[in-house]
């Protein structure tokens, strides 16, 4: 019997198009933009200036605080500058630009692709490593790995759930991981494990991803601590509240951190990211991605360098014409997955840390219909995973009734989506709740 | 017959006069001490509970303004020095006159100077569209022309102008209550004095990029040139994160610096048309 | 290329809109519409035209006219209003008498509290009542002579008729309900009046009853039920409820005393309940949207539907039920769900 959470949840198409294409290394840019904020927390500090030649794998900017992380160059060239620059949301970000200069990477950075199975380095090592090496969720939204695996005061993790749930429709990057880079994922998992002090390790993968689930389940029969659980398919199950649901049977509490209910969740790239750290000295300067759409010639799976301009894996995939616009089929390139990524706006924006695929959509698939009357049907509150009323909290946004909102738990939303998916009347339930909650949230600090 | 009447008549009078001492001491337990004051002060003010004097509608204004008339800082946006005045005369006072305000958009990036770049097809609502991105055109600083704040007027003052798709402000309207300048998420609406005749200069611009950025999108914006500072003759322009701003109080309105701004993004408002310099010399 | 399009998350919508609701509840409501064609031929069409073509015609004149705006006839629930209002309505009921009806449910109870969406009482419900007490005659008058052609002149299979081969009287003029609640305050027992008049449930289940159009057929309004679960237009809670509780209440007098009160199934099987619970009690806009409001929206029709038959003066009391608790509906929409997290069970 898979496993699956409790409340919600809802049933889109999975259109894992590109799941059967292999990653292919993205050829390197010949100039990368760098954003100084790439994880949530605070923004790092350049410690490079304008002139300076940097090698791959060199650290361009630090981190800014505990709940931050560093960043590292991803090209070896020249510093061309460190200014605002817009990212994909046309809006202006600090960032380190580089003007790429040949391939020459660090001399401590172990560039074989031989797989290094021995840990020889202490939890503490590690822990240093990943902290240093800028490593973040790579699940979406980009908190700093090595904050995760802190313990907070009074809490003992139980489990490290290792998330291959990839519930997004469209997106296979993780899914390319599990299938060409099993090995590592279980490596880097199983050093994150010593870290939180021997916790038992659970990896969990929903159903329509069987070789990924076959391929693991061989490899954990060698790690006693390691188990696999098959998840039933239904979105949002890669949610981290969703997931430990899905795997324990336990709930996370609003305002608390998973780590309440022994839990520490962490996507399976950022378990390979955590190896690449520690066996090969490698900082978190590559990702994988997906380019897909439902025109068959675009949909690939690539290794790319932090930075990279967006439209040059559009090119590449084959989505531009010639005069370097979007193809007229299609309208739309969402930054991530369909459910919750954001659209992009600046074709030249640079991805980042935690990009995780664009998605490319033609007008019909994805343009809003004109908003119709709320007919009260709760398929809104059918399909909320955080058991909320959308509907309400919808009017109560329009209306600005701060007090309301609270009392009925705004802050819990994890704005999946759910509700404006599954709308009949198509009222765009979540960008009011979105910002309401942001509203609430900040409130809630300011006290 | 007669007694069965008498009877009625007798137990209801008896049960009415039991129940009115009751009344009368329940009144008198929970009876609100209020300050008449209060409710002539209510009667003074407009009633449109906008909020624009920083109190929750009309009467917790009445209510603080007869318990503390002293402080200076009680304003009836909507009514003005009219309905202040007759507010002071209730407690017996005067108050100091007003300027009369109004409120203007600080950007002028209609859709022929600031080309769109994109289409928003999210909720119309620029809360929405800010949170998510820097808007249709180039400039993250410009308005996004969705119209939170004529959502947000109560007094019907505020219309988005399909050609520029800019909102204008009606200038009779317009009670300055500042509904509209707390609704812009791009805090692009100042409230600024009517001036004298209603006539006003101020930049409408709110772009902080350099120039170069700012012109490449949109033609209209502040390039931080600085040619206005050095115009001014009564220093009334600071320039700071590549803006210049107006200090409506220094102001004398020469309209030195609206002839050598390059880019037009200094506004004279309700001035006569400039005479002809004809050169007859 | 087209500019950009920008929207915040999500990218993907499931393709569920309110015109595609309001069709599925149109195809579900088809099997009750063909039994009664099938049984009162053309006056039945004559009634379900009138009434569908008025509520349309209604709602686009107020919504074009009054309103001044563009007419929402499009999504199609002022269709599944003149349907409702066409079953919930005798056969012999005459056009002007329909017409009515359809400007009191569409013009009262719908549109003027704003269309779809805002209406308090389900509004082929409103205009039933109203009709009901406005034209007491002619809404309790269940004769199908005036059908142009009977279908007593068609060749049926035997399985569908009566016990006798031919159809009940077309002049019999009163639902199994109105029966027995006469029956009983004449003093006589249930066996007599069974006796009496053969209620036959194979004929509640075929539609072969006397009574408003829709009410008839049970198994087509348990057609339209299953379509519409299987759609996922509605969830079972709102009508299970109604039904058990109408079962467990009847079941309860029915063992206190077999002669006076009649059996659940006979309860369930007449009177319009099961298109009350299934088409009326479920309209999403008139019904709770937690499920413990659902449960107690329908143990209250159940109950209240059941004191009115046995109690009350009227034989039915399906619509005044749910009116009743529609009435409730903004209090019941107060409950609030169990929060997500009720407790943190730590192994």
């Given at each position: ?8 949840g809802i ?19 010949k100039?990368?933009?760098i ?10 500090v350049?410690?490079?200036k ?8 060199q650290?361009?900017?630090?981190p800014?605080?505990f ?40 001399e ?28 973040v969720?790579?699940g979406?939204?980009a ?12 809490m ?10 990839e ?5 296979t ?12 994922i279980l490596?880097g998992?199983?050093m ?10 659970i ?10 689930i ?6 954990t ?8 659980v ?7 199950q ?5 997931l ?8 996370v ?69 010639k005069e ?28 980042m ?16 219909q ?6 009260r049907?709760?398929?809104?509150f059918?399909?909320c ?10 009017q ?17 939303c ?23 909650k942001?509203v609430?949230l ?6 | ?5 008498l009877?009625t ?7 009415g006069?039991l ?6 001491f ?6 609100v ?11 003074v ?13 009309c009467?917790?204004?009445a209510e ?8 200076p ?17 209730v ?11 109004l ?13 769109v ?22 400039c ?7 119209g939170d ?5 109560t ?10 798709r ?22 692009i609406?100042?409230?600024r004095?009517?001036g ?6 101020y930049v ?30 009564f ?5 700071a ?9 220094k102001?004398?309105l020469?309209r ?10 200094i506004l ?5 048309p400039k ?7 | ?16 809109s ?19 064609v ?7 069409l ?5 009434s ?7 709602e686009?004149l ?11 006839v ?18 012999s ?9 359809c ?5 009262i109870?719908?549109m003027?509290?704003?269309?779809l969406g805002?209406?308090?009482f389900n509004p082929?419900?409103?205009a ?19 059908s ?52 036959s ?10 009574g408003?159009m829709?009410?008839?057929?049970v ?16 969830r ?6 109604i ?13 206190v005393d077999?002669s006076?009160?009649a059996?659940p ?16 009690a ?9 499920p ?6 329908g ?7 059941m004191?009115?038959?046995?109690w009350?003066a ?19 929409n ?12 730590r192994?």
């Amino acid at each position: 019997m898979s496993k699956t959470f409790s409340i919600g949840g809802i049933h889109p198409k999975d259109s894992k198009f590109s799941k059967d294409k292999p990653i292919e290394e993205f050829p390197v840019p010949k100039r990368v933009v760098i954003s100084m904020n790439q994880h949530l927390g605070m923004p790092a500090v350049p410690v490079v200036k304008k002139g300076d030649t940097v090698k791959v794998g060199q650290l361009i900017a630090e981190p800014a605080g505990f709940v931050s992380a560093p960043v590292h160059a991803s090209v070896s060239g020249t510093v061309a500058d460190v200014a605002p620059y817009p990212d994909f949301l046309g809006k202006k970000v600090l960032s380190v630009v580089i003007d790429t200069a040949g391939d020459e990477w660090l001399e401590t950075i172990d560039r074989t692709h031989e797989i290094k199975h021995e840990i020889t380095a202490t939890p503490q090592e590690i822990f240093k490593i990943i902290s240093d090496s800028g490593i973040v969720g790579l699940g979406g939204a980009a908190f700093p790995t090595h904050v995760k695996l802190t313990p907070l005061e009074g809490m003992k993790a139980e489990y490290l759930i290792l998330n291959g749930a990839e519930c997004e429709p469209y997106l296979t990057s993780d899914y390319r991981l599990m299938t060409e880079h099993a090995q590592e994922i279980l490596i880097g998992g199983e050093m994150m494990r010593r870290v939180l002090g021997d916790v038992a390790g659970i990896i969990g993968i929903e159903e329509n991803k069987p070789k990924a689930i076959e391929i693991m389940k061989k490899l954990t029969s060698n790690y006693l601590q390691w188990e696999v659980v098959p998840l039933k398919k239904r979105y949002p199950q890669g949610g981290e509240k969703q997931l430990i649901d899905a795997v324990l049977g336990r709930k996370v509490p609003s305002f608390s951190l998973p780590i309440s209910t022994g839990a520490v969740v962490q996507n399976v790239g950022t378990a390979y990211a955590v190896y690449e750290a520690v066996q090969k000295r490698k900082p978190l300067i590559t990702n994988v991605l997906t380019i897909s759409s439902s025109d068959p010639s675009i949909q690939k799976n690539y290794r790319f360098r932090v930075g990279t301009p967006i439209r040059e894996f559009l090119s590449a995939a084959g989505a531009m014409d010639k005069e370097g616009n979007l193809s007229r089929a299609f309208a739309k390139v969402v930054n991530g997955g369909p459910m919750m990524g954001k659209p992009v706006s600046n074709l030249d924006g640079p991805v980042m840390k935690s990009t995780s695929g664009f998605v490319l959509f033609t007008s019909k698939e994805t343009k809003r219909q004109e908003p119709g009357e709320c007919i009260r049907c709760s398929k809104c509150f059918q399909a909320c995973p955080m058991r909320l009323q959308p509907y309400l909290l919808y009017q109560l946004a329009l209306a600005g009734r701060t007090e309301e909102l609270d009392e009925n738990r705004v802050f819990d939303c994890i704005e999946c989506g759910c509700c404006l998916y599954s709308c009949p009347a198509h009222i765009p339930l979540l960008d009011q709740i979105r910002l309401a909650k942001n509203v609430s949230l900040k409130n809630k600090r300011k006290k | 017959m007669t007694s069965t009447l008498l009877y009625t008549i007798l137990s209801l009078s008896l049960l009415g006069g039991l129940l009115a001492i009751v009344l009368y001491f329940i009144a008198q337990k929970f009876k609100v001490q209020e300050d008449p004051r209060i409710d002539q002060v209510l009667e003074v003010l407009p009633g449109a509970n906008c909020g624009g004097c920083g109190y929750a509608g009309c009467r917790a204004f009445a209510e603080s303004f007869v318990r503390n008339p002293e402080n200076p800082d009680f304003v009836c946006p909507v009514g003005g020095n009219d309905v202040m005045q007759k507010a002071a005369a209730v407690l017996g006072r005067e108050v100091q006159e007003q300027i009369p305000k109004l409120a203007v958009l600080r950007c002028n990036g209609s859709c022929d100077v600031r080309p769109v770049l994109n289409t928003y097809d999210g909720s119309p609502s620029c809360a929405v569209a800010a949170d998510l991105y820097g808007g249709e055109t180039g400039c993250s600083y410009g308005c996004l022309g969705l119209g939170d704040c004529v959502v947000a007027c109560t007094f019907d003052a505020i219309h988005i102008n399909p050609q520029t798709r800019l909102p204008e402000v009606i200038e009779d309207k317009c009670t300055s209550c500042g509904a509209c300048v707390k609704a812009c998420p791009r805090n692009i609406l100042e409230l600024r004095p009517k001036g004298p005749k209603s006539r006003r200069i101020y930049v409408a611009c709110a772009n902080k990029d350099k120039g170069a950025v700012t012109r490449k999108v949109c033609s209209v914006g502040c390039i931080g040139c600085q040619l206005c500072v050095k115009a001014c003759p009564f220093e009334a322009i600071t320039f700071a994160d590549n803006l210049a701003y107006i200090d409506p109080a220094k102001c004398r309105l020469c309209r030195k610096c609206v002839a050598v701004c390059p880019t037009g993004c200094i506004l004279e408002i309700n001035f006569p048309p400039k005479k002809q310099v004809t050169n007859n010399e | 290329m087209d500019k950009l399009l920008i929207s915040p998350a999500p990218h993907l919508h499931s393709k569920d809109s309110t015109r595609r609701i309001m069709r599925d509840v149109i195809i579900a409501l088809m099997p009750s519409v063909l039994v009664s064609v099938y049984f009162a031929g053309l006056s039945a069409l004559l009634v379900l035209v009138v009434s569908v073509a008025g509520c349309v015609l209604t709602e686009h004149l107020i919504v074009r006219y009054l309103m001044k705006k563009k007419t929402t006839v499009s999504d199609l629930s002022a269709i599944v209003t003149g349907l409702l209002l066409a079953l919930n309505l005798p056969v012999s009921s005459p056009w002007w008498m329909v017409l009515i009806g359809c400007v009191v449910a569409i013009g009262i109870a719908k549109m003027t509290f704003g269309g779809l969406g805002h209406n308090l009482f389900n509004p082929a419900l409103v205009a039933r009542v109203f009709l009901l007490i406005s034209f007491p005659v002619q809404m309790t008058n269940w004769t199908i002579s005036n059908s142009i052609f009977r279908p007593d002149r068609w060749e049926l299979p035997k399985g569908l008729l009566g016990a006798q081969g031919q159809l009940m009287d077309a002049s019999s003029g009163a639902t199994p309900l109105g029966i027995i609640k006469e029956g009983l305050a004449n003093g006589m027992t249930m066996e007599t009046l069974s006796q009496q008049h053969d209620f036959s449930y194979w004929h509640m289940l075929f539609g072969h009853i006397d009574g408003s159009m829709g009410e008839a057929s049970v198994l087509a309004i348990l057609a339209g039920l299953l379509y519409l679960l299987f759609r996922k237009v509605i969830r079972p809670v709102i009508p299970l409820s109604i039904v058990i509780t109408v079962a467990l209440f009847s079941g309860i007098l029915w063992m206190v005393d077999p002669s006076q009160y009649a059996d659940p199934l006979f309860h369930l099987l007449t009177g319009g309940l099961l298109l009350g619970a299934v088409f009326m009690a479920t309209d999403y806009t008139t019904s709770p949207m937690s499920p413990l409001g659902m449960i107690i929206f329908g143990i209250g029709i159940g109950l209240v539907t059941m004191v009115i038959r046995v109690w009350g003066a009227y034989p039915e009391g399906v619509s005044f039920a749910i009116l009743f608790m529609n009435a409730l509906v903004p209090l019941l929409n107060k409950i609030k769900p169990f929060p997500y997290q009720k407790e943190v069970s730590r192994g």
